[in-house]
């Protein structure tokens, strides 16, 4: 089944996420097919929740671009309990059913923030489409927020999501978690596809996937969102990212989450991040990172986190990666990692005197064991070379 979705003509006609949801839902309930989105402006309410089997293709991201609308905010007027569907806000101006929302304190975060859709406003009171799934507390600021991701599937399998442009219109929107949110987010996803797209100015991460197998993400660009660039997570296996630029934003341009691992990342460009180029933690093993240019970023190269030997992100291979001018290290290994191949790298500060602030090609943590160093370029470093037991050639 082939539909299209446009502004003015199509099979499904308007500029809002209803048109794109009535198109998906009727190709995802006749079994898949691909849904066309039209070239146009398209403002978002809520989440575009994908079907599996269903393909989500647009004209280009130049040409057809997603926004979020402008955010409400309120505070509690009552506190929001567990297993709760509705939410008694203090200010309900700006807040119409149909909307997504994010429930949460400053005590919860992650996992522990509740996301949902109202389904009815009555005076100061919210309804919500599913029970809140944790405690919170208007004392600890508690508060709802018109967040959302914009493009999202929820246990698919098969989706693609091709030729967008994702606007998440930062400056007039809360942020949401990265773990229940992203300009596009997949979560309990299988095999799908993220291909040709571009995410920009969201308040949050820009490519979200979580509890994943399979999924694909290749020659997307991701800039200026307020968190992490790319975030693969939670489980994620055999996850490929190639071809994809992350620059400009907040957090780091790549963050490898918990226990993600057997996957590929090729031939990207992570530059001029707030955080780490690259950075790889808790249980995340047996990846390839291969033929990326790493440049500019505020916090090292690549960063090996701090965990413990059982939790470490270890058994990883680094090859033919371009790694300079970052803030720190160009490589640090932290923790108790063990077990990574460094080779074929160029690893350099290109300036020079006081500009220079890669300071360390290779930093290797005292807990860290068996890190092997293989026919790599390294130099320029107003540091060292090399910092700690490096086995190798260099």
Known sequence: MHVRVGPSEGDFVGDTNRALQEALDAVGRYGGGTVEVAPGVYTLYDAVRLWRNVRLVG???????????????????VDADYGQRKVTVADPRGFAAGMGVVVRDERSGGWHDSLATITLVQGNVLYLDRGLVSDYDGDAGGRVANCFPLVAGWDVDSVVVEGLCVDGNREANDPI????????????????????????DFAGDGISFQTTQDVVVERCEVTRVSGLGLHP???SARAVVRGCRSHGNGGDGLFLCWRVQEGRFE???????????????????????????????????????????????????????????????????DGATTDLLIEGNTIRDTRRGSGRTQRVGIR????????R???????NHPEAAVQGALEGAG
């Open 267 to 333: 031939d990207n460009e992570l530059l001029n991040n707030g955080g780490h180029g690259i950075s790889i933690g808790h249980k995340d093993t047996d990846n390839l990172i291969c033929g990326n240019v790493i440049r500019g970023n505020a916090g090292h190269g690549v960063y090996f986190r701090h965990e413990k030997a059982t939790n470490a992100g270890s058994r990883n291979t680094l090859r033919s990666n371009t790694i300079e001018d970052n803030g720190g290290c160009g490589i640090c290994v």
């Open 59 to 77: 004209a280009g991201p130049g040409e057809t671009v997603l926004r979020k609308c402008q955010g409400a905010r309120s505070e509690f007027a």
């Open 177 to 200: 978690n990265g773990c229940i949110g992203g300009g596009i987010y997949l979560q309990r996803a299988r095999g799908c596809r993220i291909a040709d797209c571009r995410v920009v």
């Open 233 to 235: 997570g939670t489980g």
């Open 364 to 371: 290797v943590g005292e807990r860290a064991a068996r890190i």
């Open 373 to 379: 160093a293989l026919h790599n370029i390294i130099e």
